[in-house]
C-alpha cells in the first residue's frame, strides 16, 4: 500500500512539472487522494475507540471475497439475459434508443445489471417487446429474487456474524491491531538499535482495587 501511494505521489510531481494534460493530472490526484483516506483510516488504529472498527473492516472484507465472487457471476449471467433479449427488439424494427434495456456494450450492460441489483431499474421498457415482455419480466423477477433478497440479505448475515466475532475478542484485537501497524511502519526506526535487548512487546495495564478478601493462607 505504501509502494502504490508513494509512486502516485511521484506521478503527481512529475505531471506537475512536466506540464501534463489537466485532466491526466486530477485523475492521479483523485487516485492519490483515494490512498490518502485509505492511510488515514490504516493509521485509526491508534486509537483503542477505532482499531477494532478498522479490524472489522479487514475481516469483513476477507470473508466475504467468495461471496463477491458468486455475486458478479450473477449479475454478468443476468446481463448477458438482458443483452441478448435487446436483439428481439432490433428483429421487431424498434428504435434501439427506445428499446434498450441495458446499454449496447456490454462492460456498461454489466454495470446497469450491477444498478438494478440494488433496485435502481427500469421496467417500462418492456412494453416495447410486445408479446415477448414476459420472458423479460422473468428475468427481472428472477433478478430480484436472488440477486435483491437472497444474496444481499447473505451479505448481511455474513457481516453480521464476523462483526460479532470480532466484538468476542474486541481486546485482543486492539492488540492486534496495533502490532500490525508497528510492523508495517518499523522502517521508521531502526528496530534492531531500540530492541535489541528485548524479544517481546509487554503490555502493561493498570489493575484495580477490589473489595474482595484475599486468604492469605492461599
Not at 17 to 27: L, P, Q, S, V, Y
Not at 62 to 87: E, S, T
Not at 130 to 150: D, E, K, N, T
Request: with cysteine; hydrophobic share 55%; proline share 1%.
Amino acid at each position: 500500500m505504501d509502494v502504490v501511494f508513494y509512486l502516485f505521489a511521484l506521478g503527481l510531481v512529475i505531471a506537475n512539472f512536466a506540464g501534463a494534460n489537466d485532466t491526466h493530472f486530477r485523475i492521479i490526484a483523485v487516485f492519490l487522494l483515494m490512498q490518502c483516506y485509505l492511510q488515514f483510516v490504516m493509521y485509526l488504529r491508534l486509537f483503542d475507540q477505532t482499531a477494532v472498527m478498522v479490524s472489522m473492516l479487514f475481516y469483513i472484507t476477507k470473508d466475504i471475497m467468495v461471496f463477491i465472487l458468486v455475486f458478479f457471476v450473477g449479475i454478468i449471467a443476468f446481463a448477458n439475459m438482458f443483452y441478448i433479449m435487446q436483439g428481439i427488439a432490433h428483429n421487431m424494427g424498434v428504435v434501439p434508443s427506445e428499446s434498450r434495456i441495458v446499454d449496447e456494450n456490454f462492460a456498461l450492460a454489466i454495470l446497469a445489471t450491477f444498478n438494478a441489483a440494488f433496485g435502481n431499474f427500469e421496467t417500462e421498457v418492456f412494453k416495447k417487446y410486445g408479446p415477448h415482455q414476459w420472458l423479460l419480466w422473468v428475468i427481472y423477477v428472477s433478478l430480484v429474487l436472488i440477486l435483491c433478497l437472497i444474496m444481499l440479505n447473505m451479505i448481511i448475515a455474513l457481516m453480521g456474524d464476523t462483526y460479532t466475532q470480532v466484538d468476542a475478542l474486541r481486546v485482543e484485537e486492539r492488540m492486534k491491531a496495533k502490532c500490525r501497524l508497528i510492523h508495517e511502519n518499523e522502517f521508521i526506526f531502526a528496530r534492531k538499535f531500540f530492541f535489541s535487548n528485548f524479544r517481546y512487546i509487554i503490555v502493561a495495564t493498570v489493575d484495580r482495587v477490589t473489595d474482595d478478601v484475599v486468604d492469605p493462607q492461599k
